[in-house]
């Protein structure tokens, strides 16, 4: 069974730093994507990861994966207030549905 | 640029009740999913359709049921409600089946089983 897990779950950081989230699935992959939340809203996409050593750059944000070590990664550069949300991570586990990870809860402090 | 319309965005029922939610997906998606999220858990898929046919199956508890029509619009029936069905269920479409195209989620109807 595909299990998806990110971590940290919870990461507070202040504005100006730089931090990364990690997300680990366990079964061959290749593709990934990842997803923002606000508060009781919707799932925005934010990138679509589909070869290994894969890169996108959004802003201050910046997404790789590497299909080998069933690894990807969620960059913050330069962190901002307008960047707290849950990310998610997300592998697809069949002929349609995503797995989705854990999430991780990001809030941004002055 | 359009995207999922769900209905209604919020519902009360009581327990044993039954709800039906609505998806309109973005135009010219045929494929839509289900999925539900609990309080502070990620998502959870429940079902999936492919032009009007079901195409993947999840943790859908077998009070749920769903179809998808012909103007590719979804709807999922819920009966028996419990208060364990509490949750925001999001309807998502793409272009496309197979996990090859990005799902493009709508904005969630908050169900409240009470």
């Known amino acids: 069974e595909l299990k998806v897990e990110q971590n940290p779950l919870f990461l507070s950081m202040q504005e100006g730093k730089n931090y990364t989230i990690y997300c680990n699935y366990s079964?061959?992959?290749?593709?990934l994507y990842w997803y923002r939340q606000d508060p009781g809203k919707s799932l925005e996409s934010l990138f679509v990861?589909?070869?290994?050593?894969a890169v996108k750059q959004e802003g201050r944000l910046m997404a790789s994966l590497d299909t080998k070590a069933r690894l990807s990664t969620l960059h913050i550069t330069a962190a901002v207030h307008d960047l707290s949300a849950t990310y998610f991570c997300?592998?697809?586990?069949?002929?349609?549905?995503?797995?989705f990870g854990t999430g991780t809860r990001l809030q941004v402090f002055p | 640029a359009a995207g999922v319309i769900q209905s209604p965005r919020h519902l009360i029922k009581e327990k044993r009740e039954t709800a039906t939610l609505k998806c309109y997906p973005i135009?010219?998606?045929?494929?839509v999913y289900w999925y539900q999220q609990g309080p502070g858990q990620d998502p959870q898929f429940l079902i999936s359709?492919?032009?009007?046919?079901?195409?993947d199956k999840g943790s859908i508890p077998d009070r749920f049921s769903a179809q998808q029509f012909s103007d590719y619009h979804s709807e999922l029936n819920m009966s028996s409600l419990e208060l364990g069905d509490s949750a925001l269920y999001f309807c998502?479409?793409?272009?496309?089946?197979?996990?090859?195209?990005?799902?493009?989620f709508g904005p969630g109807t908050r169900l409240l089983v009470l």
């Open positions: 997300a592998v697809p586990g069949g002929t349609d549905k995503l797995i």
């Open positions: 998502a479409s793409s272009a496309d089946s197979g996990g090859q195209e990005t799902q493009y």
């Open positions: 359709f492919y032009e009007k046919m079901q195409s």
């Open positions: 990861l589909l070869s290994n050593g």
């Open positions: 079964t061959t992959s290749d593709r």
């Open positions: 135009p010219r998606h045929d494929t």
